[in-house]
């Protein structure tokens, strides 16, 4: 039986395909448009781009979440990405970097109430004011990546909200600087419902070295928000530098619920400095 040959309408077909990208492109639109709706109905700058959003569960003030951003971002994927993680990258992965903030929102009237900066104070000769948010990142060390095995990469929950100051409330976050195989600068952010504001917790320090003592505030603690506390709201360990010349850091921290904030002393012995 002789195959009778197949004719194409052309213009038939591109009717076709005008009809059915016409109905497909609401729906696409639909798809973009509550990131956009939430950053218009927000007031964020423009070219401001939503990091997280997490809600906050409070009875005394109800329609709450913390809202993490950044202004103008630049995306940094990694140079090697089939290469093993250098220290700093176990902290970063593929990132965004750039002017970063933590705001609490009201959700139902979709208003800023407060909003923090992330300095880097730490960073000598560097740009306070820009931080690194990892968008895809290693399983199994500082941010909590859901879903993905262990030393595997993944979407990070940066927000991760847990009870990190032992107050009985899931409503905080830690933020986590690698800048080499050792030290990790480390800060906790999290929702005052006393204040109904969102804080970055201060540490009051008192840095004792032999027969001298120094107190100092700040807002970044090397390895606290790593570690496990020995109990809730309090925390005791040890860094050790000695093998890079450095001393023996020994920390005891507590945490002050009526106040807001921490308080510790840090006891170095040893090493050149």
């Known amino acids: 039986?002789?195959?009778?040959?197949?004719?194409?309408?052309?213009?038939?077909?591109?009717?076709?395909?005008?009809?059915?990208?016409?109905?497909?492109?609401?729906?696409?639109?639909l798809l973009a448009f509550p990131v956009q709706a939430q950053m218009d109905s927000y007031g964020l700058p423009p070219g401001a781009q939503m990091i997280e959003m997490q809600p906050l569960k409070s009875t005394q003030h109800p329609h709450r979440a913390l809202l993490l951003w950044m202004a103008k971002p630049v995306k940094v994927p990694r140079d090697t990405p089939d290469d093993p993680y250098t220290c700093p990258e176990f902290t970063r992965g593929?990132?965004?970097?750039?002017?970063?903030?933590?705001?609490?929102?009201d959700t139902q009237s979709q208003k800023i109430l407060n909003t923090i900066k992330i300095l880097r104070t730490y960073a000598e000769g560097e740009d306070p004011d820009t931080f690194d948010i990892p968008y895809l990142i290693m399983n199994g060390f500082y941010y909590d990546v859901p879903g993905a095995p262990k030393e595997k990469e993944g979407k990070p929950a940066v927000m991760h909200l847990k009870d990190y100051n032992g107050d009985g409330k899931?409503?905080?976050?830690?933020?986590?600087?690698?800048?080499?195989?050792?030290g990790l600068q480390t800060t906790l952010i999290g929702y005052s419902e006393a204040k109904d504001q969102v804080i970055?917790?201060?540490?009051?320090?008192?840095?004792?070295?032999?027969?001298?003592?120094?107190?100092?505030?700040?807002?970044?603690?090397?390895?606290?928000?790593s570690k496990k506390p020995e109990k809730p709201g309090f925390w005791k360990y040890a860094v050790d530098y000695t093998g890079r010349a450095g001393p023996l850091a020994k920390y005891e921290i507590r945490y002050l619920p009526a106040a807001e904030k921490f308080t510790g002393r840090l006891v170095l012995t040893g090493g050149d400095s």
Do not use: N
Not at 3 to 14: A, M, N, T, V
Not at 170 to 182: G, I, K, R, T, Y
Not at 200 to 214: H, R
């Open 1 to 29: 039986m002789a195959l009778r040959p197949i004719k194409f309408d052309i213009c038939h077909l591109r009717k076709r395909l005008m009809q059915t990208i016409l109905i497909i492109l609401p729906f696409l639109f």
């Open 94 to 105: 593929h990132y965004y970097q750039g002017p970063t903030r933590v705001s609490l929102v």
């Open 170 to 182: 899931a409503w905080e976050f830690a933020l986590f600087d690698a800048l080499a195989c050792m």
């Open 200 to 225: 970055q917790y201060p540490v009051e320090l008192t840095t004792v070295k032999g027969k001298q003592s120094s107190a100092r505030s700040t807002l970044w603690v090397d390895y606290l928000f």
